[in-house]
């Protein structure tokens, strides 16, 4: 018999939602266990790519709205195979945004020739999650977080249509995998505690064979 092959759990939501403080516990946690675990994020500022993302994001550098889709997706896959090996050799791999920031940002920018199933296109192949965990906040308790209001996208008036398109993608799961929301306007304890739960029920499905990578 092979290797039991790990779980793909993304994490997604707004700005400031707490994704990347609870992507580090998790991943803090399921080691402290012993566990084989994964951190990933996008973007990957650390490429090339990255960095042209990066300079984009803090304003330093314009880009084409077309053109910046299409670099966010890049940086995806240039990191595909890292990600496919690691869960191949049975790693939980743990990803901190992936392809639906990619088409809801780009999508909420409302510019025609870049409707939702045209930002999805170029992210169409990579793999899709065994979970999407959606840490849902109120635009009142985002604002009140540290640091928000810094980059590119960090405007009210975007992350509510940002909001709007997480919404419309969640109605396609077999496309998009089930995206499990939680309430992240609680403490970090709480919603750390809920997260675990369900990454417990999502690595048993894996376990069983009950979840298929695509
Ligand atoms: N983007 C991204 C695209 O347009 N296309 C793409 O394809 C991709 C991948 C940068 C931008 O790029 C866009 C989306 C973004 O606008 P990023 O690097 O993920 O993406 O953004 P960051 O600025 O690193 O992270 P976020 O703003 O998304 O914040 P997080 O990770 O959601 O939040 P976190 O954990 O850093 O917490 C923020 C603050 O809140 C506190 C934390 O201590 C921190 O100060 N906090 C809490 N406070 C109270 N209660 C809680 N429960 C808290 N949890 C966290
Ligand atoms: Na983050």
């Not at 008036?157 to 306007?185: N, T, W």
Request: with cysteine; aromatic share 6%.
């Amino acid at each position: 018999m092979g290797t039991q092959r790990g779980a793909l759990v993304v994490f997604e939501g707004l700005d400031r939602s707490g994704k990347s403080t609870q992507c580090q516990r998790l991943v803090d946690v399921l080691r402290a266990n012993g566990e084989e675990v994964h951190h990933m994020r996008f973007p990957n500022r650390s490429s090339p790519i990255g960095q042209m993302i990066n300079s984009y994001l803090s304003g330093q550098a314009q880009q084409d709205d077309h053109a910046i889709h299409l670099l966010f997706s890049a940086n995806r896959w240039e990191s595909v195979r890292e990600l496919e090996e690691r869960i191949n050799a049975g790693a939980t791999v743990i990803v901190d945004r992936y392809y639906y920031s990619g088409c809801v940002y780009s999508a909420a920018k409302h510019i025609p020739s870049m409707d939702l199933e045209w930002c999805r296109s170029p992210d169409v192949g990579l793999p899709r999650p065994d979970v999407c965990i959606f840490l849902d906040i109120s635009a009142e308790e985002q604002a009140k977080r540290g640091g928000f209001g810094e980059e590119r996208y960090e405007k009210r008036e975007l992350q509510d249509r940002v909001r709007e398109c997480y919404h419309e993608m969640r109605k396609h799961p077999d496309e998009h995998a089930d995206m499990v929301i939680v309430d992240a306007g609680r403490g970090m304890e709480e919603v750390e505690q809920e997260i675990a739960e369900v990454v417990r029920r999502v690595r048993k499905n894996v376990e069983g064979g009950e979840s298929r990578l695509r």
